[in-house]
């Protein structure tokens, strides 16, 4: 198994939209609809913020949107908030186990 | 409200074992039908997932680590256990336990995590 493929760094202003790319395989992102995201903040456990490829769970505003196409998913921010400022890992359920991406940090300029 | 709390030494020697307990608080191991897990986290591996467990016993291991992971649940303390045997620097990470938002959907609950360090 290896790492989905994030890129390292994303940013935006304040009010504006970043979209995050998740790049796996048919093996796992391409192969089943489970895909999730998390948000981490320094210090701090991991926090889901989309699962099964667009679900928000209970609490995790409207802003955060995600979608999947073939073996890639994204992750988008539609107006960016101070708080949104983090760390962000994807991940896909893949034959019995997880795998997870390699994390993209979000700045808002 | 659901909690998970990690518990177990911060330091470890390499080649020994290490030994984690996640107890859980708000909510019964057994009443749910969701896997509980452990993943960790570590500069130069990022987040990884170690494997997870049913209330019934059922398990699930990554695949690199398998020969090295034991998970097991008790009910009755609605605790749910890691082992990893052959501690090396490598495995040196923040451990967290946490519980599945779904069958193979991802984790909706986690503890605050743990560092373990692996250092003579």
């Known amino acids: 198994q290896s790492a989905l493929t994030q890129p390292p760094s994303a940013s935006g202003s304040p009010g504006q939209s970043v979209t995050i790319s998740c790049t796996g395989t048919?093996?796992?992102?391409?192969?089943?609809?489970?895909v999730s995201w998390y948000q981490q903040h320094p210090g701090k456990a991991p926090k889901l913020m989309i699962y099964?490829?667009?679900k928000r769970p209970s609490g995790v505003p409207d802003r955060f949107s995600a979608s999947k196409s073939g073996n890639t998913a994204s992750l988008t921010v539609s107006g960016l908030q101070a708080e949104d400022e983090a760390d962000y890992y994807c991940?896909?359920?893949?034959?019995?186990?997880?795998?997870f991406g390699t994390g993209t940090k979000v700045s808002a300029l | 409200q659901l909690q998970l709390q990690e518990s177990g030494p911060g330091l470890v020697k390499p080649s020994e074992t290490l030994s984690l307990t996640c107890t859980v608080s708000?909510?019964?191991?057994?009443?749910?039908?969701?896997?509980w897990g452990w993943l960790r986290q570590s500069p130069g591996r990022g987040l990884e997932w170690i494997g997870s467990i049913y209330y019934s016993g059922t398990t699930h291991y990554n695949p690199s680590l398998r020969s090295r992971v034991t998970i097991s649940v008790e009910t009755s303390k609605n605790q749910f256990s890691l082992k990893l045997t052959s501690m090396t620097a490598a495995d040196t990470a923040v451990y967290y336990c946490?519980?599945?938002?779904?069958?193979?959907?991802?984790?909706?609950?986690w503890g605050q995590g743990t560092l373990v360090t692996v250092s003579s």
């Open positions: 708000g909510g019964s191991i057994s009443s749910s039908s969701y896997y």
């Open positions: 991940s896909s359920y893949a034959d019995s186990s997880y795998v």
């Open positions: 099964e490829v667009s």
């Open positions: 946490g519980r599945e938002v779904g069958n193979r959907s991802g984790y909706s609950y």
């Open positions: 048919s093996s796992d992102i391409g192969g089943y609809n489970y």
